[in-house]
């Protein structure tokens, strides 16, 4: 075979690896010449005979790796009178590295006052908050309805679905809010959301003007805060008594939006009075304003049944109520729904599916099998019987008389509690010691928002989790705590 | 037994159903008299047994609704003086359901002239758009997957996780972008979102100012368009010709934010040329703006292999880019990612956090196990294959010369096609007998921004998906369509 002509242009140093796509491989050196100049506009590249040759490659592969550049227009020309390099104007492309100068947009700017810290990482540990007994989810179960639903699932739940969710498990959940909760609502008032911080960011988008002032209970739930923040809201803090948000404080403040947990206050555990509860629904009525319930561990009372939630109360349609799966099952779940007042319903739903669609079928079909089934229910007993054994395990075993810490208080609901500290060095000491230990305590300092009007050491305090680890852990935490705190 | 002395309040009409749970029923019913005034406050209620024998139910049944009334609030005083109803104000709850006159927050207003239809409802039927070959999909395989990684799940993937999603995931994400698009990134880089609509209306979230002029492709993707208009950006219709984007127009318009469908405009069908890829990146550098990329069907090529992505040509950091797996498996899977410029990657994460804190888990582990056993690749060459022969058995059954409608185009990409047709009439014409014959199809006239400059007619035509059903439908929907549409 005859030696092929010197080649018009520079293609030293391609060199082709066999062992992968040759075509890909090619097309990829030509395309970084072209782009950075070494292969100007107008030359006319190799018969693709003659450049397989030179390659030792087929002239298929060569052909394939003309076609693509061709089709990405970085060549013209093909046919008859060969092949040229286009007239594009580029440079190399280097990857991304460089940190930008963003100039920063409003939501950008609102971001950098108002954020969480990651989420703590591994298995959960005593005394880990917002985590419930997960080790005791029945995953075996979990693990057969996602096979039985995902084998064989109906076509028409695989398209795009219901911006506000699928409908049997709408209707499961109106039904046991009804049973459950004592709230009786439509499932059309319904919106499954992706856990409640989902819906409590819905609320915030769609209820809040830039500037409104919202109000929120202080201290309080700080991802809650940041996300009406983050909508553009000023967030006034309201106190918290041994009854709840304080309404008086919160009738003079100029807001028409609060945010409030009344089935256990987060993070002080404090249960909303009914009085309150009644002057609060009586402020959202004169105010025309909007009450964000967030019965985020209501299932979880161990005195009587769980209290009745705000939105039963409601005869005006001010209530958004925010319930979630995720202090049932796991966190990770992510599965939570809003229930709406009717006039709000449809907007809700608009603004989901331009934000989202919807939520993933899966979870949602499984969670209506778990629920249709009888496991629910099953569970949360389950839950609520571990939930309180091990908050009895840390009531027993918690190291007395720690300088500077009060007593544990009674807890009668939810899954965490809260004790005071005198100070917030000795909040700091206390939680810097426990850690030493592999013991994960918060500070309630942290809850509180900035500037607020409570001097600094009254805002002290540890809020523990009390349902992420089973009792024996529970115990040997409490120990490992004792020995770290004695002085 | 004595019978008891007359109670001093009016228990009357209280009926307690024993096949359900006694204590629940009193409780409400006394719950009721209390909130609608038939029982006032400081009325004394009857000793727990006299109520119990008037009643004919067990004392601890009374005592236990007791309890419950009194944890709530409604009663007090039980201590050796009795039980009194407790002073709160209040009429009978009664459901919600009269519409409110809601004051419209400026997010509400927007939504009111920017949102979509309701989704087409049931199975898949021909010709419906955005709707990919799921018939084809390994449910079993995915069945397998999802009950493997239920069964034992790590308890640390199942507490609160990286709000940018799960590592596995990307760095599997970031691998087949490297391979299959020719995109080189690196995982912290990419945030996982619930589809593609997810990373499209974080963009919006993040990156528009209220007021801001934001380019969108005309005519375009409608749900794209929203997304930013309710962020409060003023949609820029900028044309598009045989090359995609006209980009000289952009030049024209006062943007800083564009969004585009470079390997497949939607609608039209057109591929973004390398000349105005080029165009448009030097028009983000700048501008100092932002490209969002939607990259919803790049996997599909007919021939060569995908284009290029536009963000695999940035050297500046400028284009966000959206992909999707919703249309290599089904849209109801809700699954996405961005792959963001670095400098932004914090931002965006943070305000994931506080929208949804992250997505279900079990998705994204089933995911990522699919890709890393190879289902992935091997998927999306079966899909491809699919794709390809519908397309052709569309190509090769359309009924020839349908008044007032254009011959088909080819067909080089993706999962629909587009058709001029004459006139808006014709077009509505053309939809409504598709309809009668149950056949699916989209006017173009739908994808156009309202007021756009063009003539009304030269916006009609006709969309249509050729993937969602298998040949033999897609034979069967095209006699029907040449029998109804016989004049």
Redesign the interface.
């Known amino acids: 075979m005859a030696v092929s002509p010197p080649l018009p242009v520079d293609l030293s140093g391609i060199r082709l690896d066999p062992g992968k796509g040759l075509a ?1 491989q090619l ?2 050196a030509l ?1 970084e010449r072209i ?1 950075d100049g070494r292969l100007p506009a107008g030359v006319r590249l190799p018969a693709s005979r003659d450049l397989a040759t030179l390659l030792g490659v087929g002239r298929n592969t060569v052909v ?1 790796a003309f ?2 550049l061709y ?4 060549v013209e020309g093909r046919v008859g009178a060969g092949t040229y390099v ?15 100068d ?2 920063l ?4 700017q609102r ?1 950098q006052a ?3 810290p ?7 540990r005593a005394f ?1 908050v ?2 419930p007994a ?2 005791l989810f029945p ?2 179960t ?3 309805l ?18 506000a969710g699928d409908w049997q498990l709408r209707e499961l959940i109106a039904a046991y809010l009804r049973n459950g909760r ?1 709230l ?2 439509d499932p059309a008032q319904i919106i499954v ?3 409640a ?2 819906a409590i ?1 819905l609320c915030a ?6 500037g409104d002032k919202v109000a929120v209970e202080n201290p309080g739930y700080r ?1 809650a805060g ?2 009406f923040a ?1 909508a553009g809201a000023q967030l006034v803090g309201i106190a918290v008594d041994g009854q709840g948000l304080d309404t008086d404080e919160l009738e003079s403040a100029d807001c028409r939006m609060a945010y409030v947990t009344p089935s256990h206050q987060y993070p002080t555990g404090v ?1 909303l ?3 309150r ?2 002057a609060l629904l ?1 402020w959202a009525e004169r105010r ?1 304003g909007w009450i964000i319930e967030d019965d985020y561990d209501g299932e979880y009372r161990y ?3 769980p ?2 939630p705000l939105a ?6 001010r209530v958004l109520y925010v319930g979630t799966f995720c202090k049932i099952a ?6 939570g729904y809003l229930v709406l ?4 319903a449809e ?1 809700f739903s ?2 989901r ?11 949602q079909a499984v969670m209506a099998s778990f629920i249709a089934d009888g496991h629910f229910q099953r569970h949360i007993r389950r839950m609520r019987a571990a939930a309180r054994s091990r908050r009895d395990a840390l009531l027993a075993n918690w190291p007395q008389d720690i300088r500077g810490c009060a007593p544990l208080p009674d807890v009668e609901a939810g899954l965490h509690l809260c004790v005071r500290v005198d100070s917030l060095t000795r909040e700091a000491e206390l939680i810097a010691r426990a850690a030493q230990v592999g013991v994960e305590l918060n500070g309630l300092s942290d809850y509180w928002l900035p500037g607020s009007p409570l001097a600094d050491d009254q805002r002290a305090g540890l809020v523990l989790g009390f349902a992420a680890v089973p009792e024996a852990r529970i115990v040997e935490a409490t120990e490992a705590l004792r020995a770290a705190w004695s002085d």
Request: glycine residues 8%; aromatic residues 6%.
């Open positions: 890909g097309y990829q395309r782009l394939r076609d693509q089709a990405e227009g970085y286009a007239a594009v104007t580029a440079s190399a492309p280097v990857p991304a590295t460089t940190p930008l963003v100039p947009t409003q939501p950008l971001l108002h954020h969480l990651l989420p703590r990482e591994g298995a959960p880990r917002g985590v997960f080790d995953f075996e979990w693990a057969r996602s096979a039985r639903f995902w084998r064989k699932p109906s076509p028409a739940r695989l398209g795009y679905g219901d911006p004592g009786h609502c959301t992706c856990g911080q989902q960011s988008q769609l209820l809040v003007e830039v991802a940041h996300a983050v249960t009075s009914l009085a509860r009644l009586d025309e005195n009587g049944t209290l009745a039963a109360l409601d005869r005006n349609g796991f966190p990770a779940l992510r599965l007042p009717k006039a709000l907007a608009r603004r599916a331009l934000d989202t669609r919807h939520l993933e079928i899966g979870t």
